[in-house]
């Protein structure tokens, strides 16, 4: 991806700078320390609202900054523009840090979305014929982790076992015969029509209103999958900033953030697991 032009960077400043008017500089009585999270819309950020009242109550005043673009929240954190963001896993994070040098870090996990193998066809694994269709995310950061489901699934077997970061070429061992497809992320819901098996998040059912879907896995990933975790990310410089630290602890511990993650998910235990809990 190509780094944000000027323009956007300027537009990024105003953004975050409108935000601050809009929700005011005053912090009330007590001096409270700002928290500006940057995120996308979904769990993440539903999240991180769910906080902002517990925060104000235990001297945080959380911000929540929102972006539709992936690069965005690294460049804000990195600029030191937002103070967290809470939107990748760390295969993500450490994709992004070679690409573009930031200096930035996990200080604290958040959430795991676990990711399924759905079919619209079959009700069982082992009901795919041989030479079944599969489609499977086309980035390297997420390909990766979805040929180790179907590792974990006996479908195929990868060159490096259970390491991070295999791609199609990593296949070494493919007894059904499957054929790959490689999809964008956000699309691998709408090929689930034309394949046999794909490999999809389930958040992605729940924000297209399908809650039901996401339950209907034929396998999924689980708590042993933390490097995919998506985890609070600051500065490297600010990593033992207390207020960041602060409001990690407050966000691990709320009743009301678990809460508000589980209604996302519909309850369903099988689509996210809260690593911290490990």
Known sequence: MAAPTS?????????????????????????????????TPGVTS??????????????????LVEFTDWTLPNEAVNHGDADLNFFQHQAFLDNAVKERGYR??????????????????????????????VSVPNDPVNQGR??????????????????????????VENPKGLKFFEIEGPQLIHSLRDVDLAVVWPSYFVNAGRKEQAGKGLLYSGIDDTF??????????????PALRKFV???????????TIADRFGGNPNLYTLPWQR
């Open 146 to 171: 979805g040929l180790l489901l179907l590792q974990k699934a006996g479908l195929i077997q990868l060159r490096q076992g259970a390491a991070a970061g295999a791609r199609l070429d990593d296949v």
């Open 46 to 63: 539903d999240a991180v609202q769910a906080l902002v009242e517990e925060g104000r109550r235990n001297g945080l005043d959380i911000r």
């Open 7 to 39: 323009s956007a960077r300027r537009h990024l400043l105003h953004g975050i700078a409108g935000l601050g008017l809009a929700l005011g500089l005053a912090a009330g009585a007590h001096a409270q320390s700002v928290v500006r999270v940057a995120s």
């Open 249 to 259: 602890a407050l966000f691990q511990q709320s009743a009301a953030v678990r809460q």
């Open 104 to 133: 930035l870090q996990v200080i604290g996990l958040g959430l795991l979305q676990n990711i399924g193998l759905y079919s619209d066809r079959h009700t069982a694994l082992d009901a795919l014929p041989r030479g079944a269709k």
């Open 228 to 241: 995919y975790a998506m985890g609070f990310v600051a500065r490297t410089d600010r990593a033992q900033d």
